[in-house]
């Protein structure tokens, strides 16, 4: 794995356009896969992975304006690009903290998902992999 990010060496992150972009400035703190239906409807896929940091290590270099967030009732905001659709991060920028599509993140983001989450509603047609992480049948605990 790479250093762990930093001020000085922080890791970067984009949409899939690039007109957002940020700056991870610490490790992230925890990351797991989510099966959940709406990570399957917003991403297309069977599962997304996922990893928390604090707001306060994150920082918006461009395109802050373009960050569209979808509410939904319940749970976290889906946060993406205006532009391109690209998903970013759950959760609010006026919170403590967020989770980032790891998918985002340029190169090694540092850490690995440690968890399977709301394995419930798993897809049907992509088997979870028996790579001996925990499941949860909902959030992780
Ligand atoms: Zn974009
Ligand atoms: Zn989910």
Redesign the pocket.
Known sequence: MSPEPSPQHPLLGRCLCGAVRFEVRAPFTSAAY???????R?TGTAR?ASARINVDDLEILTGRDLIRAWQPADGMAKNYCGECGGHLFAGSLDADFVAIRLGTIDGDPGIRPEAH??VSSAATWEDIPDDGLPRYEGNRP
């Open positions: 989510c099966y959940c239906h709406r990570c399957q917003r997304s989450t709301w």
